[in-house]
């Protein structure tokens, strides 16, 4: 994957006027997420007592259970958080070291340095 494509991606991600580590934070949910997501984990991770560690055929596996809405977005943006960090270790490598300073208008001025768009008519409805 090149520099123009990893801007391009990062661009679908951010929105106007946030450096990356902002994007990070916003997609993080902040405080109150992060408290309830730790008392999720630590339900889950609480073995049943008295219960054989056999599965019955007929429960469903995690994977096939229902999911709320709350926990959809929240996969989601779990998602986002793995590809910016994956577009960003990327960038690293390729030598760009400022990467998590750059601001959404600053990668897009980058791209049109480089001649990748002719305009900024396709994200100026970002």
């Known amino acids: ?3 123009i494509s990893i801007w391009k991606e990062l ?4 929105k106007r ?3 990356l ?3 990070f934070q916003r997609l993080g949910g902040g405080a109150g997420a992060k408290s309830k997501n730790k008392r999720a984990s630590r339900q889950y991770s609480k073995k049943p007592k008295g219960k054989s ?3 019955s055929e007929s429960s469903q596996p995690p994977e096939q259970k229902e999911l709320s809405a709350e926990e959809i977005e929240q996969q989601q943006r ?3 958080i793995e590809r910016l960090t994956d577009l960003s270790d990327k960038m690293m490598a390729l030598g760009h070291f400022s990467v998590y300073e750059d601001t959404w208008e600053q990668i897009l001025e980058n791209l049109k340095k480089e001649g990748a768009i002719s305009d900024s008519a396709e994200y100026d409805r970002m």
């Open 17 to 19: 006027g946030e450096k």
């Open 53 to 55: 560690m056999e599965v």
């Open 11 to 14: 661009l679908t991600i951010m």
């Open 21 to 23: 580590l902002d994007t």
């Open 1 to 3: 994957m090149d520099r």
């Open 78 to 80: 779990k998602k986002s």
